[in-house]
């Protein structure tokens, strides 16, 4: 018989594949632990439509996230920090730094998704990697002044 998984059953098969399953193993085991149901026309094009739906949500989440990329790529920012007469900040400028600048520029951004080689320790401008969703990157210049 064949079924559809619920859930993911360790050696047997992922949630939503539908597979071929002994009609005991299916109705004493899968079907009563709520691991399985039976692909019936009516549960195949409900999994149809869950599928069409996760791949609508896909769909949206890249275009959002080449959006908010677009919009890092035009955006620059300028963040004062404090220096000495050598030319060097005090201290330094950090991820954290650039999303606060970045959140007060109107732009949501975590911390987490700025790739920072190291701490920016120098004033001038500075090229940083925004890392937004899967394969999707944007460049966003940060200008970063000694006070």
Same mark, same amino acid.
């Given at each position: 018989?064949?079924?559809? @998984? ?22 004493? @085991?899968? @079907? ?8 019936? $026309? ?32 035009? &955006?620059?920012? &300028? ?43 120098? $004033? ?24």
């Amino acid at each position: 018989m064949k079924v559809i @998984f619920l859930q993911d059953v360790k050696g047997v098969a992922k949630k939503d594949e539908i597979k071929e399953a002994k009609d005991g193993y299916a109705q004493n @085991f899968l @079907f009563k632990k709520k691991l399985a149901v039976e692909a019936t $026309p009516a549960n195949l094009a409900a999994l149809e439509a869950k599928r069409q739906a996760a791949k609508e949500r896909e769909a949206k989440k890249i275009a959002d996230a080449k959006a908010l990329a677009e919009t890092l790529n035009k &955006t620059g920012i &300028t963040i004062k920090g404090k220096g000495g007469d050598t030319g060097k900040l005090y201290g330094a400028i950090t991820a954290a730094d650039i999303a606060k600048a970045l959140h007060d520029a109107g732009v949501e951004v975590d911390k987490k998704d700025i790739a920072l080689k190291d701490h920016i320790k120098e $004033p001038g401008q500075h090229s940083v990697k925004v890392k937004i969703y899967m394969e999707i990157n944007a460049e966003v210049k940060v200008n970063v002044v000694a006070e």
